[in-house]
C-alpha cells in the first residue's frame, strides 16, 4: 500500500493516541461518577458492565478515527488496467557513450552516427518530446522530457564517454533510467530508443527489457556497429587494448538489441541498412495519433476507509445509546 499524502499517517498516530486518552480520562470519571452515585456500595456488576461497553466503544472510535486518517492520506493498493486514447509521442532516447562508440567501422564514428540518427528525428518529429540518457557502466539523465530541440541538440553535440566515469557497458542501467523519464500515466505514446553497439559487459539487459514489456514501452533497438567487428582509436589517436597489450576489436551483438526489441515488441534495426532510419520514423509515426492501449494504474482506496469509518463510527454510537442491563 502507498499513500499520496503520507504525512497524514502520523497526524493520524497522534490524533488516534489523543483519542484513546481522552477515552481514558472519561472512563476514570465514569466510575468515580458511579461510585458517588452509589455511595461506595458494592458496585463491582455495574463497573463490570461499564468498563466492557467503554472498551467497546473505545475500539470502534479509535478504528473510525483511524480510517478517516487513512483515507485522507489517499491509499492505493493494488492495479487495474484501463483503456486510454493516446496521441503525441514520449520518445526515451538512451544513448551508448562507453569507449566501444569511438569505432569508426559506422563512419564517422558509430556516437557521431548515434548523434546525427537522433538529430534526423529531433527534425522530423518537431511536435514530440524527447528525453535523453547516456551510459557506460552506468547511466545519467542529461534532459528530462522536453519539446525544446534547441537544448536536445546542444546535449547531443556534446556526447562523449568523459560524460561518465563508471568503466564497462551497462544497457540495463541505460534502460532503466531511460524508463524513469517516462511519466506514469500518460495518454502519450512512450517508447525507448536505444542506440548501442550491443556489448553488455554487466546488468541483466533481459531483466530490464522485460519490466519495460511489463510497462508496454516498447524498446526502438538500433544497433550502431558492423559484424566484421573495429579497432577502437580514442581521439588522441591511440588504440585501446586489453590487459595482454592486444588491441581490442568490437562488434556488433545484434542478437542481444534484438532480443531486447522482441521482447518488448519493438523494432530492431541497423543503422547501416539503408531503411535503419525510415524504419524508426515510419514506427514512431504510425502510433503518435489514434493509438488505444491498456496502462495499468494504482487504485486509489480512499472512499472504502471513508465507508469504514461510517460504518465504525455507527457502531460506536449503538454501544453507546443501547442500553446494557437496563444500566448504561
Known sequence: ???????????????????????????????FDLRMLLHEQNTRAVE????????????????????????????????????????????????????????????PSRLLASRDFVARLLTDLPDSRFSLTVFRGAASRLLPLTRDDVAMQYALQALSPDMITTPGTNIADGLREG???????????????????????????????????????????????????????????????????????????????????????GVYVRIDEPDAYDTIRRYLLAHREGDVAFVEEAVRRSSSFAGLSVVFLFMYLSVRVIRWRNLF
Open 48 to 107: 463490570r458492565v461499564l468498563v466492557w461497553k467503554w472498551m467497546l466503544a473505545t475500539v470502534f472510535l479509535l478504528l473510525s478515527t483511524a480510517s478517516v486518517g487513512v483515507a485522507l492520506a489517499g491509499p492505493e493498493f493494488g492495479r487495474r488496467a484501463i483503456e486510454r486514447n493516446r496521441s503525441g509521442l514520449d520518445i526515451s532516447v538512451v544513448i551508448d557513450v562507453s569507449r566501444s562508440m569511438y569505432a569508426s567501422d559506422i563512419e
Open 179 to 265: 524508463r524513469a523519464a517516462i511519466p506514469s500515466g500518460s495518454n502519450r505514446f512512450a517508447a525507448i530508443l536505444l542506440l548501442s553497439d550491443g556489448e553488455s559487459l554487466t546488468g541483466d539487459d533481459r531483466a530490464a527489457a522485460r519490466v519495460l514489456a511489463d510497462a508496454r514501452i516498447p524498446v526502438l533497438a538500433v544497433g550502431v556497429g558492423s559484424m566484421e567487428g573495429s579497432t577502437i582509436r580514442l581521439p588522441d589517436g591511440e588504440l585501446i587494448r586489453d590487459v595482454s597489450g592486444n588491441t581490442v576489436e568490437s562488434v556488433l551483438d545484434e542478437n542481444n538489441l534484438r532480443r531486447m526489441a522482441e521482447l518488448t515488441q
Open 1 to 31: 500500500m502507498t499513500f499520496n499524502h503520507p504525512a497524514v499517517i502520523g497526524f493520524t498516530v497522534i490524533v488516534v493516541c489523543l483519542v484513546f486518552l481522552l477515552q481514558v480520562f472519561v472512563l476514570i470519571k465514569a466510575r
